[in-house]
């Protein structure tokens, strides 16, 4: 005899497992957001996000133009390339890949080296949260 779950069941754990994943980006991202909040930041855009992403900087201290889609492209949902080492660089959509935006400390860590590397500055809490939306919405 052959147990088959019923469809409600099926229907019940799919949404129980798509929670639970979203749930561990969400709260890293939620906590970082609460974070930049009380540093006075907010309210975060996704279309501010995107805009910085692409935008040319100058970073005067190696005197290259560079932007965050130089390395990870603007598709965040494909693999990007580091514009120096050619080093592969994850998808950073958490929907292609559900290991981003999970921990809140290798986020910031991401965000102090990428921000310094490609602005030549630390981000501001204003920036990196654009930045977050505009990432956990791909």
Known sequence: MTICP?????????????LGTSSCFASAVDDLLTRYGTQGAGPFDPAVGA???DRPTLNAAVGE???????????LRAVG??????????PLAPATNPE?????????????????????????PQ?????????RAQ
Not at 81 to 90: F, L, Y
Not at 127 to 135: H, R, S, T, Y
């Open 6 to 18: 019923s469809p409600f069941r099926l229907a019940a754990f799919v949404v129980l497992a798509a």
């Open 51 to 53: 805009a910085q992403w």
């Open 65 to 75: 133009t560079r932007r965050c889609s130089l390395c990870h492209s603007t598709n």
């Open 81 to 90: 390339k580091h514009a120096t080492t050619g080093k592969r660089i994850e």
């Open 100 to 124: 981003r935006l999970t921990d809140a400390e290798k986020i910031e860590k991401w965000l102090l080296r990428n921000c310094k590397w490609t602005w030549g500055r630390e981000c501001t």
């Open 127 to 135: 920036e990196k949260g654009n930045f977050l939306v505009m990432m």
